[in-house]
């Protein structure tokens, strides 16, 4: 697939987006952490734990999607290869077919220790949200030239070890476009300019569902949020009011003691 045709990818988190996706054609579908934000009401994604994931990515895998199901490590849940291991498995029984994780070669036994155990392995550098206590923020990466270094270096290193492809998030896009040269494997960019073999995105900002906050590189290709509440007030009103009793006692207030 590499350098013949460009991937799309996007999130679900649920059943109706899961069929939704598939039915529209997309080869692959991430259960990504990015829910704790967009649906669960967290200020991060440092707080999604591995149930929630598992809940998530079962529903998601109820569509039975053509697509490949992949689904996130959370935060810390991958402290250790025999941790990763463990939780990967989880994930997998809950239906996904391939897990990612967020970090490059400071995380490769986990890497490895996830790809010899026979589980398909999507990589994610960059700007990684789990990181963001410790950045203290979102910022592009790749501006500086020891941080340009060491991407190419984790990206060459992922490859190697065998994940199937890598996610490239916020990365400067000269060195999106430098790193989709050099490796095998295809790079899947997101808010890291054009020249990625695939581009993924948050379903929910791509639909417009989540107009709270919405990141700067994308444009909704829907006004999500706007329809919805349109729909809601046209039904409210369409109930009318209440027809008002003509006759007999008025019901007791709410608040009326019972005593
Ligand atoms: O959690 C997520 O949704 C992601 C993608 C946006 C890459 O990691």
Redesign the pocket.
């Known amino acids: 697939m590499k350098g013949r045709q460009r991937i799309p990818a996007l ?1 679900a988190y649920d059943y109706p987006l899961a069929r939704l996706l598939d039915e529209a054609g997309i080869p692959l579908i ?1 259960v ?3 829910l704790g934000m967009v649906t669960l009401g967290y200020p991060d ?1 440092t707080h999604v734990t591995m149930a929630d994931m598992e809940h998530h990515v079962r529903a998601a895998a109820r569509a039975q999607p053509r697509a490949l199901l992949a689904a ?1 490590l959370p935060y810390r849940s991958f402290d250790t290869p025999a941790d990763a291991v463990a939780n990967a498995r989880r994930l997998v029984q809950a239906g996904a077919e391939a897990v990612k994780a967020e970090g490059g070669r400071s995380i490769l036994p986990q890497i490895r220790a996830i790809i010899e155990d026979g589980i398909p392995y999507l990589g ?1 550098l960059g700007m990684l949200p789990q990181s963001v206590l410790v950045e203290g923020g979102y910022r592009i990466k790749g501006r500086k030239p020891e941080e340009h270094e060491s991407l190419l270096a984790d990206a060459l290193a992922l490859a190697q070890a065998g994940a199937f492809a890598v ?1 490239l ?1 916020l990365v400067l896009p000269a060195v999106a476009a430098e790193i989709t040269r050099a490796v095998p494997i295809p790079t899947i960019g ?1 808010g890291s300019g054009p020249d990625c073999d695939g581009q ?1 995105l ?1 379903t929910l900002d791509l639909i417009g569902t989540f107009p709270w906050f919405r990141p700067r590189f994308v444009q909704a290709r829907l006004e999500g949020a706007e329809l919805m509440k349109s729909a809601v007030i046209a039904w409210r009103d369409s109930l009318g009011s209440a027809p008002q009793p003509s006759a007999g006692p008025a019901l007791p207030h709410p608040d009326a003691s019972h005593g």
Do not use: A, K
């Open positions: 999130t991430l990504g952490d990015s994604t996130d994610h996610v998030e997101i993924i948050v």
